[in-house]
């Protein structure tokens, strides 16, 4: 039983302020990814939690207890770091014994509990080797091993998989997930990869800029973005975002997109839910999804030219041509066939994002 | 293909066989010349030219390490045949060694130099490397205030060549009754050796990664037991590399000790030119007591050689 609160935490290097204000409470055995680009402030928060780092303000509480005046030693914490870090001259055995040892545990008792989590991670027949001596994915099992071993209150993970190659990612992926389903421990993963983020997480904590964005489950990030940072942060390929203006018309609401000459079409409903930002500070977001395209003249879709087209196996992405504006629509692959098509378009009200220019912020229009 | 070799560089591999082994021979003669020279009879140790084949013998190392007196007439059959096979080769040579009442060899002033070399040389080499390792890594891992101008003083205590202190060092350590001891030496020794030894020491210490020590300190030890158990084992390599060239510069030394020591810590490198045999020096025992001189650095070396080459802690850490 193992819940972690960060309360008003700051942090600062200098005269930057890597973290700022940031609260948040992780529920025992969560898995919750800290996302965000690099720079962003969630290492920083990670180590923090870890001990390996002080912070200028706020509390971080473990198991309801302040944890600030404890030493990393003394948090109980395990971590597993991006470089792996084994101990060059130990062996395998001894790298995942060496939290052990810091232990008054017999040595009985350590090889039994070194053997048993060899075995989960099905490493034990790299136990005499040393670290040098395995390939990527083998040092992590065993980085994850030496991290386990003890049973920690926690678990912290670095970008533990940032450093393997994409093929083995997604194995190591798998596996972590497998892991925590199986031994089932409070765990922050930091990681700037959305994808990793949202196949791992229970809940994801994006991170810009030191300012916690949005905590929430994977569909939650992807379906009902805060902001228009988490909006193009999360989700590949990228959120179409374009400056949009509202206009009502005499059955429904048209949006325009890049002073086209046609408006897309949405239900009347969106023009109370905006509450009377339908000026020009509104800010329309679109996935490639939700932008539907017809190859014949339909009742309420636009007619628009295609540009690029980028095929990606499984679906293309069709850039259409919008006024000055350029919409990225997912399509079957092949639907298009080149540019200077013409085709029809519309956007899936359901699927639309509207944000305050402004601020950033979403209007929370959900139709 | 990279695999043939042409006629035109299989000569060349030739030249250079032929210029490495003229490089090695020209830095070895010297080396040959004091190992031959400490194993002949004192009259081919000076001959034009030069005696090459000779019968070795075992007489200027006898004489490096004890008193003779010269002889009036030639030992008699028995004093001879009572003599141990060492010190008859002393009496082919004319001389005899020195015994006390009770029929002890007296020892020359060479085991004990040599003794003060080790003690004075090791010693301050430990201080060195020991200070400079704990420096380093403060200096590597803290954020510490005005690190750029105190590792510059540090490497500053270097910029002067040491003679030139070597009068008001000297005036100093007689003030305070350090001359002649074997603290002051090792005192010397250490602070030369100290700012080279941080300077290396760090740049050891700046590759290793702290993600080992953070790792260890997450995984429940201290700062200390960390820096033990971790970096230390870690920084062997540089630790290694750093002794050996402290060691050296300590064993040679021959200024100071020259000027700061006179008979009870007196090391070995201002004593071995000392020494002169009955009448002219004798060559044999300067170059047995220089052959045996250079056998511990050799030895210390080869010792430490598999940690001078590096590359073992490669590869355990993805960058």
Known sequence: MTQIELRGVQKFFGAVQVIKDLNLKIADNEFIVLLGQSGCGKTTTLRAIAGLETIDEGDIFIDGKPVQHLKAADRDIAMVFQSFSLYPHMSVYENIAFPLRATRKSKTEIDSEVRSVAKTLQITDLLDKKPSALSGGDMQRVAIGRALVRRPKAMLMDEPIGALDAKLREEMRAEIKRLHIKQGSTTIYVTHDQIEAMSLADRIVIMHAGVLQQVGTPDEVYSQPANLFVAQFVGSPVMNVTDAAVAETASSVSVTVGGAAAGFEFPRALLSKLNGHAGGQLALGIRPEGVLIRREATEGFVPVDTHIVEPLGSFDIVDLKVGTELLRARTKSGFVAGPGERVFARIDPTQAHFFDKASGKSLEVRL | ?319
Not at chain 2, 6 to 31: D, H, M, Q, W
Not at chain 2, 95 to 108: A, L, P
Not at chain 2, 122 to 139: E, K, N, P, Q
Request: proline share 6%; hydrophobic share 50%.
């Open chain 2, 1 to 319: 293909m990279a695999a043939v070799q042409t006629s035109g560089e299989r000569a060349l591999n030739k030249v250079a066989i032929v210029a490495v082994l003229l490089v090695t021979i020209i830095f070895l003669a010297p080396i040959y010349w004091i190992v031959a020279t400490s194993f002949k009879p004192r009259n081919l140790a000076t001959t034009i030219p030069p005696t090459v084949m000779f019968e070795p013998t075992i007489s200027p190392f006898v004489k490096l390490f004890t008193k003779r007196s010269q002889l009036r007439s030639p030992p008699s059959a028995e004093e001879y045949a009572a003599a141990p096979w060492w010190e008859r080769v002393v009496f082919d040579g004319g001389e005899k060694i020195v015994r006390d009442g009770k029929g002890q060899v007296q020892w020359s002033g060479y085991p004990s130099r040599f003794l003060n070399s080790l003690i004075i040389a090791i010693t301050s080499t430990v201080l060195a490397v020991g200070m400079g390792t704990f420096t380093a890594y403060g200096f590597s891992r803290f954020k510490v205030k005005g690190e750029a101008d105190l590792l510059f003083f540090i490497l500053s205590t270097r910029m002067l060549p040491a003679v030139v202190v070597a009068i008001p060092m000297f005036l100093m350590y007689r003030a305070v009754g350090l001359n002649d001891t074997h603290l002051g030496l090792i005192i010397l020794y250490t602070a030369f050796n100290l700012s080279f030894s941080v300077w290396l020491m760090k740049g050891f210490m700046d590759e290793i990664p702290k993600e080992y020590e953070e790792a260890a300190l997450v995984d429940g030890y201290t700062r200390m037991e960390a820096f033990f158990k971790i970096v230390l084992p870690e920084a062997a390599t540089g630790i290694a590399a750093t002794a050996v060239f402290c060691f050296i510069t300590a064993w040679n030394e021959y200024a100071f000790a020259l000027i700061m020591t006179n008979r009870r810590a007196q090391t070995a490198p201002p004593f071995i030119p000392s020494q002169v045999g009955s009448g002219l020096p004798d060559w044999t025992v300067i170059a047995s007591g220089t052959f045996l001189f250079l056998l511990p650095v050799a030895i210390f070396t080869f010792l430490l050689r598999n940690h001078l080459l590096r590359g073992m802690s490669f590869g355990a850490i993805r960058k």
